[in-house]
């Protein structure tokens, strides 16, 4: 099925632990973005990529690192995890930054940093 | 920076009721507004997009309209079902990205 992959769906890591979560999608999107969602706090952009070797950062970038060597993969790597850090991130893409066909997201992944 | 607000956080609605969730953006120069829907654990489903030179869109029991103007848009749920049971999210794209509400969590009592 055409979309929006995101691995793992679940993380416990300890502070301190580096990770990626990986997030790959098959429509040929040339944007593609980074949340996180928090509760009462809505979704944030962390990072965002307008197209492979072109990256920028969002709203919350503090913490994460990202790259964007093809146009199907949107890594986002955590340095240094903090507790701070435990949410539950999202990956969208679009057709481009306006987004003319909207949004598509991924299924998340929850992230538990103790 | 766009601010996007959702009234109410939460509703309770018997079944078969028609229902309106609100949302309001700070700043009206935006691309499209997109709707979606989280259900418990989930990922966000698109619903409905309404680009900026559209007043409205309709899919099935669902109908958005958007009034750019005054910053604002409503979306309407006719016959409300148990399974529409969710949080429903608004974001709005000034072109840069998608800013999002909190969200309105919806009820449907049998």
């Known amino acids: 099925n055409a979309g929006v992959t995101q691995t793992p769906k679940f993380q416990v890591l300890k502070t301190g632990q580096s990770m990626t979560l990986q997030c790959a999608q098959d429509?040929?999107?040339?944007?593609m973005s980074w949340y996180r969602q928090d509760p009462g706090m809505g979704l944030r952009l962390i990072h965002y990529?307008?197209?492979?070797?072109?990256?920028d950062q969002g709203e919350v970038p503090n913490g994460y690192n990202v790259s964007r060597s093809t146009t199907e993969d949107f890594p986002l790597r955590l340095l240094s995890a903090a507790p701070s850090q435990t949410s539950v991130y999202f990956c969208?893409?679009?057709?481009?930054?306006?987004?003319?066909?909207?949004?598509?997201f991924g299924s998340g992944t929850r992230l538990t940093v103790v | 920076k766009q601010e996007v607000t959702q009234i109410p956080a939460a509703l309770s609605v018997p079944e078969g009721e028609n229902l309106v969730l609100n949302c309001s953006f700070t700043?009206?120069?935006?691309?499209?507004l997109q709707w979606f829907r989280q259900d418990p654990g989930k990922g966000l489903t698109s619903l409905l997009l309404?680009?900026?030179?559209?007043r409205e869109q309709t899919s099935g029991r669902l109908n958005a309209s958007l009034d750019k103007s005054s910053g604002r848009s409503t979306l309407y749920i006719a016959a409300s079902q148990p399974g529409d049971s969710a949080t429903y999210l608004c974001?709005?794209?000034?072109?840069?990205?998608?800013?999002f509400g909190t969200g309105t969590s919806l009820t449907v009592i049998p």
């Open positions: 969208a893409s679009s057709y481009s930054q306006g987004a003319l066909g909207g949004y598509t």
């Open positions: 974001a709005v794209n000034p072109g840069n990205q998608f800013y």
């Open positions: 309404i680009q900026s030179s559209q």
């Open positions: 990529s307008v197209g492979a070797g072109i990256t």
């Open positions: 429509m040929n999107h040339e944007y």
């Open positions: 700043d009206s120069a935006i691309y499209n």
